[in-house]
C-alpha cells in the first residue's frame, strides 16, 4: 500500500454498507465492445449475480451522490476485507461542471494507508464506468474514496457496488470465459459430392499453431549456448530481443552500425518458427540514448540522426518482424519531444508507418497493469497517448497496438485491478499484449505468476504474452525457468504447464465420428489456431482427405467445416 500524493484529492465516498445476494453491480468479466461505457446519458441496470455482494446501492429513485472540493465525509459503516480474497468494484461517475478529469478509486486501511483501486476518465454530464478492486494483503477494515486531479472536481456516482470472489471462484470465471473467447465449436460435416452424408467417417485433428502465443524474450548468451537454444526452440514460438536490436547496441559509434548479434539472433528464430517482435526503434529515456547521442546539443542534428535510426532499423527488419515498440514508454518519459517538439512521437509512428505498412506498431509502458498506485503511465493515460498518435496526420490506418510490459512486484497481484486495466485498454478494440512479464524472486513466484499469466489469458483483448525469463545461463535473475542443467525451476514448471494447457495438443483431441449413434453431427471444442485435418473410415480404405483450417474468433463461436469426397 502507499500513499496518495503527486496532486491527487480525495473524497470521502459516503456509502452504506449491505450484506446483500444480489443488487445493480457489474461483472467484471462482462466486458462487451457491445456495452457502452464511457459518456453515456444513463447508466444500464445489471443485476449482480450469485457472488457475494457486500456493497450495493440502487438506483431506484434516479438519484446520485455528489462530492466536491475535496471536502472529507465520514461512512456510515466501515467494510471488512479478508486476506487473499478478490474485491472487484465499479460505479458510474460523472462530473457536474469543468473538463474531463481522471476520478479513481482508493480504499484506505486502519493504519491510514492507501491502495488506489482503479480509474476512469470522467466527463462533464454523462455517465462513465469505473472499474477496479483491491486483492487484501491483511485482513481488516477499509473506507473507500474517490480521487481526483482536480481540488475542486464535482463527482457523481450511482450504482456502486464491491464484489467479493474467492480465487477458487475467480479462477471458474477465467475458465467460462476462456471457453469463449479461446475456443470454437467446431461441426464437421463428411459427405460425398452428391450431398450424401459420410457416416462413421473419422476426423484426425493436430494443432499446427495456436492463435495465442505465449512467447519469450531471449538474448545474445543464446547464440552461445546450444543447451540454451534447444531448450528454448523446444518451447516457444515467439520472442523479442532484450537489448541486441536497440540503439545503443546496433549503433555505438556514430556512423558505424552493427547488427551482428541482431541478425544471428533473428536466423535462429527463423530456422526454428519463432516469431520475433521488435524491440525498440527509439527509447524515450534520455539515459537509453547512444552515449553519442546525448552528447548533441543541436535540434536538428538529432532529428537527423534520428530519422537514420529509423530507416535503418525498419527497412533492415522489413516483413521479418510481427512488431516494433515504435517510440519506447513514452509517457515515463519524453526525449525527443523536449529536443523535437510535442508531436515527435505521432511524427515518428507516421514514419515508421510509411517504412513498413503492414506491421503492428506497439505504443509500450510499464506499470499500467502492474501497478494500480501508477501515475504517469496510467491506462487512461496510455489510451489517450494511442487516441493522440492515431489522430496525428495520416496516422488513422495504422496498425496500432498496447504493449503492457508487466514488471510486477513480488507480492499478491491486483487481479481485479489488472482486469480493469485490460478493460480500458481493450476499449479501443485494438490488440493488447503483455511485452515484458516478469517478478523478483520471492517464495510465492510460481503461484503468482500463473495468477498473472491466466487473467491476461482470460482477458478478450490479450492476443499474447512475452515474458522475460529463461535458463539460468541466459542471465535472467529475476524470473529463471531452469538451472544450469536446465531443469525446470517451479517457476519453470508452471511456464510448461501452461504452454501445453493453451495448445490444442494431438493426443488431447480422439479420433471424431461425425455421426453418433442417434445419427446427430457431433461438435468438438478446439482452441483457436491453425490444423491440420485427416478423414478416413475404419471400413473404406481408399476413402481419405487432408486439409487445413483455421479456428478463429471472427467465425463465430460455432464453425461447420464441410468435407466432401471425392468417392
Known amino acids: 500500500m502507499k500513499n496518495i500524493n503527486n496532486g491527487f484529492f480525495p473524497c470521502m465516498l459516503f456509502l452504506l454498507m449491505c450484506l446483500v445476494y444480489s443488487g445493480i453491480a457489474i461483472d467484471p468479466f462482462s466486458r462487451s465492445h457491445s456495452l457502452k461505457t464511457e459518456c453515456i446519458m444513463k447508466p444500464p441496470r445489471s443485476i449482480a449475480e450469485q457472488e457475494l455482494t457486500l456493497l450495493s446501492r440502487s438506483d431506484e429513485d434516479d438519484s446520485d451522490q455528489e462530492w466536491e472540493n475535496g471536502a472529507i465525509r465520514e461512512m456510515a459503516q466501515r467494510i471488512q476485507l479478508q486476506q487473499g480474497i478478490i474485491y472487484s468494484f465499479s460505479a458510474w461517475v460523472k462530473l457536474r461542471g469543468g473538463n474531463d478529469k481522471k476520478v479513481g478509486v482508493v480504499f484506505r486501511s486502519e493504519n491510514g494507508r492507501l491502495v488506489h483501486g482503479g480509474e476512469v476518465r470522467a466527463k462533464q454530464g454523462c455517465w462513465s464506468l469505473l472499474k477496479g478492486g483491491i486483492v487484501p494483503n491483511v485482513s481488516g477494515p477499509v473506507d473507500i474514496f474517490f480521487e481526483s486531479e482536480d481540488r475542486e472536481a464535482k463527482i457523481s456516482a450511482k450504482n456502486l457496488s464491491l464484489k467479493q470472489f474467492s480465487k477458487k471462484v475467480w479462477k471458474l470465471k477465467q475458465d467460462q470465459l476462456i471457453e469463449k473467447i479461446r475456443k470454437n465449436k467446431v461441426r464437421f460435416e463428411v459427405t460425398y459430392k452428391n450431398n450424401t452424408a459420410v457416416k462413421e467417417a473419422v476426423i484426425s485433428l493436430k494443432q499446427t499453431k495456436p492463435s495465442f502465443l505465449l ?277 519453470g514448471d508452471v511456464i510448461d504447464k501452461l504452454l501445453k494447457e493453451w495448445h490444442q495438443k494431438n493426443s488431447e483431441i480422439p479420433n471424431i465420428s461425425t455421426v453418433n449413434h442417434e445419427n446427430e453431427v457431433e461438435d468438438v471444442s478446439l482452441l483457436h489456431g491453425l490444423y491440420n485435418v485427416n478423414v478416413s473410415h475404419p471400413q473404406i480404405k481408399n476413402l481419405s482427405t487432408s486439409l487445413c483450417l483455421e479456428v478463429t474468433k471472427e467465425m463465430g463461436h460455432r464453425q461447420v467445416v464441410r468435407v466432401v469426397i471425392n468417392a
Not at 324 to 340: I, P, Q
Not at 400 to 416: D, I, K, V
Not at 469 to 477: I, K, N, Q, Y
Request: aromatic share 12%; proline share 5%.
Open 215 to 491: 512467447g519469450c524474450a531471449m538474448n545474445f548468451r543464446i547464440l552461445q549456448s546450444e543447451g540454451y537454444r534447444k531448450w528454448f526452440a523446444s518451447r516457444f514460438a515467439i520472442t523479442s530481443f532484450t537489448n541486441e536490436m536497440k540503439w545503443y547496441t546496433t549503433e555505438e559509434v556514430r556512423g558505424q552500425e552493427n547488427y551482428t548479434a541482431a541478425d544471428s539472433m533473428l536466423k535462429f528464430a527463423e530456422e526454428n518458427g519463432i516469431l520475433v517482435r521488435g524491440h525498440t526503434v527509439l527509447w524515450d529515456d534520455p539515459k537509453m540514448q547512444p552515449s553519442w547521442v546525448k552528447n548533441i546539443k543541436d535540434p536538428d542534428d538529432v532529428m537527423n540522426v534520428t530519422l537514420n535510426r529509423i530507416n535503418s532499423v525498419m527497412k533492415r527488419y522489413k516483413g521479418k518482424l510481427t512488431g516494433w515498440d515504435v517510440v519506447n514508454e513514452n509517457l515515463h518519459w519524453d526525449y525527443f519531444e523536449k529536443m523535437l517538439g510535442v508531436n515527435a512521437s505521432s511524427r515518428f509512428y507516421n514514419i515508421a508507418y510509411k517504412l513498413d505498412p503492414d506491421v503492428t506498431l506497439f505504443v509500450n509502458e510499464y506499470n499500467t497493469i502492474e501497478n494500480p498506485g501508477e501515475v504517469t503511465a496510467t491506462p487512461v493515460k496510455v489510451k489517450d497517448k494511442m487516441e493522440e498518435i492515431l489522430a496525428y496526420q495520416g496516422n488513422e490506418n495504422i496498425k496500432g497496438a498496447f504493449g503492457a510490459q508487466g514488471h510486477f512486484s513480488p507480492t499478491q497481484p491486483n487481479l481485479a485491478y489488472m482486469r480493469s486495466a485490460l478493460d480500458t485498454l481493450g476499449s479501443l478494440g485494438l490488440p493488447v499484449w503483455i511485452t515484458e512479464l516478469d517478478m523478483p524472486k520471492c517464495p510465492n513466484q510460481a503461484k503468482y505468476m500463473e495468477e498473472i499469466l491466466r487473467e491476461a489469458y482470460s482477458h478478450p483483448a490479450v492476443e499474447g504474452i512475452i515474458i522475460f525469463a529463461g535458463p539460468e545461463v541466459s542471465g535472467f535473475d529475476k524470473l529463471t525457468l531452469a538451472d544450469k542443467d536446465f531443469n525446470n525451476t517451479e517457476t
